[in-house]
């Protein structure tokens, strides 16, 4: 497979961003669109928005791009290799056991499922699957999260100790019909926290007991959350997300961790110094890493892997089960009031 036609369903703010990471890789290309309402399925989105990548609008020129209002449509387009799923989250268990029904690849974004039980469907459906199925876990691909991951593999500072992770937002000011109905989204908790818990045992292992506190505020799931993880190596892992800032704050993402021999730093509200690291008897260095974003690296990851006839190795269907057991483990402790068992 040299070059690959991809087709979005979903026409909404994660559509935008995964054109926009396509647009950045060579080997694929945009094949069609899908919406059964049929929004910007002329190729205009300069009326999408949301919190993260340029805000620049987006106008796909449609020449030799398929539109359509049909799921099943699509799928029977033989000319498509990739679906790209970028729906709400209620919507992802039944479109990706189709997609993967009809043999051909999947990227989906997070999460993949609402339940676990729906994630555990998806990935013993991706398993004896024809095509390949990636979990759109993106900040295993963002380069300061990347380059933590392998410094904590290579011990490139000693054992890590500890390490915190925060990922905090006002209410989502789009996609408001699925995002602000807890019962379809699972609210702050599955849809943001779901990435730091991710990364927290992409690079500690799998944690086995999880103490949360956290309340809910927009959407009647939790908003809120706060955890602490029991992991193997015994390092002190923590991780914060919310939904529920005031109106006006914005979106931040930073971590901590705390080496033998340093400490990592990273805060996007810094800017261009967001990334700093801190060793003994030196002066700290700001570190500028000139490697594109997380989407993009996950395309690449992506399309590399096909090419390759190989299933993507950074993430897969099993971890998209993980990080939502992760997170369903974290609201029984916060009803529980108490550490409970992953």
């Known amino acids: 497979m040299n070059n690959i036609r991809v087709g979005i369903v979903g026409t909404g703010f994660m559509a935008v961003v995964h054109l926009r990471a396509y647009e950045a890789v060579n ?7 899908c919406n059964p309402s ?16 340029s805000d620049e609008p987006v106008k796909l020129d449609m020449t030799n791009v398929a539109a359509y209002r049909s799921l099943d449509d699509l799928l029977a387009d033989e000319s498509i290799d990739l679906i790209d799923i970028t729906t ?10 189709a997609a993967l029904a009809s043999g051909k690849h999947v990227l989906c974004e997070k999460p993949v499922a609402r339940t676990s039980a729906q994630a555990r469907e998806i990935a013993d459906a991706a398993a004896n699957a024809q095509g390949f199925f990636m979990p759109a876990m993106c900040l295993r691909f963002w380069p300061e999260w990347k ?3 392998d410094a904590i593999d290579e011990g490139r500072f000693g054992r890590p100790l500890s390490a ?6 006002e209410a989502p000011a789009w996609g408001q019909n699925s995002f602000l ?9 599955l849809d943001l926290h779901i990435h730091d818990a991710d990364f927290a045992a992409y690079c500690f292992g799998r944690p086995t007991h999880i103490y949360a506190q956290g309340h809910t505020k927009v959407s009647g799931e939790i908003d809120h959350v706060l955890a602490q993880y029991t992991v193997p190596c015994g390092a002190a892992v923590s991780a914060e997300g919310s939904w529920a800032m005031a109106r006006g704050f914005g979106f931040n993402m930073a971590y901590t961790v705390n080496f033998e021999n340093a400490t990592v730093d990273y805060d996007l509200a810094r800017g261009d110094d967001a990334l700093k690291l801190f060793e003994p008897n030196q002066e700290p260095q700001v570190l500028n890493l000139d490697a594109g974003d ?11 892997s096909l090419q390759a006839g190989t299933a993507p190795s950074i993430v897969t269907a099993q971890d998209g089960l993980t990080s939502i057991e992760l997170c369903e483990a974290a609201k029984r402790s916060i009803e529980a009031g108490e550490r409970v068992t992953v």
């Open 294 to 304: 997380g989407y993009t690296g996950q395309v690449t990851h992506l399309v590399k």
């Open 38 to 53: 049929g929004r910007n399925l002329d190729g205009d989105f300069s009326d999408v928005h949301g919190n993260v990548g």
């Open 164 to 169: 915190r992770f925060r990922r905090v937002a």
């Open 88 to 97: 709400p989250t209620f919507l992802h268990h039944e479109q990706a056991l």
């Open 147 to 149: 380059w933590v991951k």
């Open 181 to 189: 109905d807890g019962e379809k989204s699972g609210g702050g908790l």
């Open 27 to 33: 080997g694929i290309e945009i094949g069609a669109l």
